[in-house]
């Protein structure tokens, strides 16, 4: 059975960091490309980040280019999403996803597997 589990949210003051991470379980996490989403209050759920397999592929949303970044380390089955410089705009609960297509990937539809998700939320 394939998990993706989202740890590090919390409340944090605006500016400053929070590092998230997706362990994976039930699948070889180096043949998938990840990605991480977000679902503000009463939003529809948004591209964050992503990268592909092989890690050569990493494509972000606009809003957060140079405030995040994302990582992955496959002996660990682990994917990261290092977040500085934070905003209240940044407050949501934050989705990770797998998808069997080892290239990178911005929609949600084309992931295959979904964490929980982890709120994060800055405060002003």
């Known amino acids: 059975q394939v998990q993706l589990v989202e740890s590090g949210g919390g409340l944090v003051q605006a500016g400053g960091s929070l590092r998230l991470s997706c362990a994976a379980s039930?699948?070889?996490?180096?043949?998938?490309?990840m990605g991480w989403f977000r679902q503000a209050p009463g939003k529809e759920r948004e591209f964050v980040a992503t990268?592909?397999?092989?890690?050569?592929?990493?494509y972000y949303e606009d809003a957060v280019k140079g405030r995040f970044t994302i990582s992955r380390d496959n002996a660990k089955n682990t994917v990261y999403l290092q977040m500085n410089n934070l905003t209240p705009a940044d407050t949501a609960v934050y989705y990770c996803?797998?998808?069997?297509?080892?290239?990178?990937?911005?929609?949600?539809?084309?992931?295959?597997?979904w964490g929980q998700g982890a709120q994060v939320t800055v405060s002003s």
């Open positions: 990268i592909s397999a092989t890690s050569l592929s990493i």
């Open positions: 996803a797998a998808t069997r297509a080892g290239t990178a990937k911005l929609k949600g539809g084309s992931y295959d597997y």
């Open positions: 039930g699948l070889t996490l180096g043949v998938y490309a």
